[in-house]
């Protein structure tokens, strides 16, 4: 009896113990399972992790023939003619034109000022005088000659070359003549300094500052205003040493220069602009810079005629922007100067990949560079900024397909 209970409650054990082990065996079959099958499932792949994505660019057609550079300076306006007016004799100014004021405008021959001319009215007379008494003189020693001649004559005798001039009175003769001549000088003299008692334009110009009123006393040397001559005006800039063989100075009078844009980007609305020639390469370099100094000439530099009405006017002193146009250059690519990468190359989009070319560079202005080897008519520049650059790399344009 007792070993039949033993074996009836080791029964339920075992059917436990079963019953935990087919479990365990299902869990692992079924783990098992779905192992298999995620790792033999397979894995989606985006694009870019088997191809390189072609960059986003924009480019330009770069263009090829022949170009003149714009060679950029800051100048400074000077007058071409500028005096400083002198009297030439000395008295009371008596009458001055209306005119004669600072800014005011006059013509070669107007009448600036006058000086009293009371007392070289008086001179002339006086000299006037001086020359008949001279002339009188003279005619009376004509008189004495003829006599001492035909005295002499009448002696008959015969005398030396020295002894022969004195008895026919020829040095008192002589004397006589240069009284003459003298006085009239004289004459001239006081018919001069009463002319400049009427102080006259030499040029047509503009006051620029007066220096006497009516009745001041002048006398040589003293000044009497600063005048400028309004035909014509100078600025006067500096360009570096490289840029002067690709610049035109005229060779023989009356011939252009290169021509030159002057801007004054404070004083003058923004599309006003005067027209200027290159006149004169100066043979000296300016001190501080050590570039050289060239002229430029500006016509009419006030605005004075009336075809130049619409124009600005320049004043002495001031700065401007010169834009001088240079030598033509032939044969050449230009491009912006903002697309010529390091080491003087640029980016070129050709068959839909990156080419990076080397240029050889003829000339560069603010704006331009101009290339004669590198680039050909025709060739697209890459313009956009690339965060990453290499050599065949790929490229596509903003706007096509699946930009």
């Known amino acids: 009896m007792k070993k039949q209970h033993d074996t009836q409650n080791r029964e339920p054990h075992f ?25 033999t499932e397979p894995v989606p792949q985006r694009e870019s992790a088997v191809r390189e994505t072609a960059m986003l660019v924009e480019v330009s057609d770069v263009e090829s023939g022949s170009f003149r550079p714009m060679i950029q300076a800051t100048g400074v306006v000077r007058p071409a003619r500028e005096i400083h007016l002198r009297p ?82 020829e ?6 003549e240069a009284g003459v001549q003298s006085a009239r000088a004289a004459l001239e003299q006081a018919r001069l300094d009463l002319e400049r008692t009427r102080i006259t334009a030499p040029f047509d110009a503009q006051i620029l500052s007066r220096d006497v009123n009516l009745g001041s006393q002048v006398s040589p040397g003293n000044t009497l205003a600063r005048l400028v001559g309004i035909d014509q005006y100078w600025v006067e800039t500096t360009v570096p040493l490289d840029r002067l063989r690709w610049l035109s100075f005229p060779r023989e009078s009356g011939a252009a220069g290169s021509e030159v844009t002057l801007r004054h980007r404070t004083a003058w609305p923004e599309k006003q602009s005067r027209n200027g020639r290159l006149y004169r390469l100066v043979g000296e370099l300016e001190g501080d810079t050590r570039m050289a100094r060239v002229l430029v000439t500006v016509d009419d530099p006030l605005a004075h005629r009336e075809e130049s009405a619409a124009l600005p006017p320049l004043l002495i002193g001031s700065f401007v922007h010169c834009v001088i146009e240079g030598r033509e250059i032939e044969n050449v690519v230009k491009i912006d100067r903002k697309h010529v990468r390091k080491d003087d190359t640029a980016w070129v989009m050709a068959d839909g990949k990156l080419e990076i070319r080397q240029l050889e560079i003829v000339f560069q202005d603010a704006e331009h560079a101009y290339v004669r080897e590198g680039l050909a008519g025709g060739d697209r520049i890459v313009t956009t900024s690339l965060s990453s650059v290499r050599e065949g790399a790929p490229l596509r344009l903003k706007g096509t397909a699946g930009s």
């Open 15 to 39: 059917s436990r113990g079963k019953t935990i082990l087919i479990c365990t065996v299902l869990l692992l079959a079924g783990a098992a399972s779905l192992f298999i099958i995620f790792s």
């Open 88 to 169: 030439r004799v000395a008295g009371e100014v008596v009458e001055m034109s209306g005119a004669f004021v600072p800014g005011g405008f006059v013509k070669a021959g107007d009448l600036l000022l006058r000086i009293d001319q009371a007392d070289f009215r008086i001179l002339l007379q006086q000299r006037e005088s001086e020359l008949q008494q001279a002339i009188a003189l003279l005619e009376i020693e004509h008189g004495r000659q003829d006599i001492a001649e035909r005295d002499y004559r009448q002696l008959g005798k015969s005398l030396d070359e020295d002894n022969r001039a004195l008895v026919l009175r």
């Open 171 to 176: 040095p008192q003769l002589r004397s006589a």
